[in-house]
């Protein structure tokens, strides 16, 4: 290649570089997502293309051979970037946390729920505990206590309406 060919060939990537360099990152921006990622594949698209024309190839059309050496170098970046399976992050020492939260709140829930039973009339107490507590059928109830299923399931219900206007008044 003479000094005149590169010449030449400098002032028309440098045109290139002007005209569609913007619309190359754009382009590559909205591919990949990230600012950085996008310039450093544009530079390359004009690198590889600038090592082109020194190999002596020909370019007919300037923007559309931009637009497809960045269209693979988008390509191969997406082709790079492979997800981290869990085995292999837990291997590095990272552990996934677990929101317990709400498993805990239900739980203290329930504990003052059953605290409460204490404060209810002592017809209900029996009841509530032996439903809720033991968690014992309404048949099982009824052989312990003698009671209907039927007056078991009022009592049960009206408990729970006064378990309720107890635990929202505390």
């Not at 060939?9 to 990152?25: F, M, P, R, T, W």
């Not at 329930?110 to 809720?132: D, H």
């Not at 099982?140 to 399931?153: V, W």
Request: charged letters at 30%; proline letters at 1%.
């Amino acid at each position: 290649m003479t000094a005149k060919q590169k010449t030449t060939q400098q002032a028309i990537l440098s045109v290139a570089h002007e005209d569609y360099g913007k619309k190359l990152n754009s382009y590559a921006f909205f591919r990949v997502s990230s600012r950085a990622i996008s310039e450093d594949l544009v530079q390359d698209t004009f690198r590889k293309t600038w090592s082109y024309l020194v190999k002596g190839g020909k370019i007919d059309v300037m923007k559309s051979f931009l637009y497809h050496v960045l269209k693979d170098l988008i390509i191969d970046e997406y082709r790079k970037r492979k997800s981290s399976s869990l085995d292999a992050l837990m291997e590095k020492g990272f552990e996934p946390g677990e929101d317990n939260s709400q498993r805990l709140i239900n739980i203290l829930d329930g504990k003052r729920a059953i605290l409460l039973i204490a404060r209810l009339p002592e017809k209900y107490q029996k009841i509530m505990r032996m439903r809720y507590v033991q968690e014992l059928s309404l048949k099982e109830m009824a052989l312990i206590t003698g009671q209907s299923k039927e007056t078991l399931a009022v009592q049960i219900h009206r408990g729970l309406e006064k378990l309720k206007a107890l635990y929202n008044f505390v």
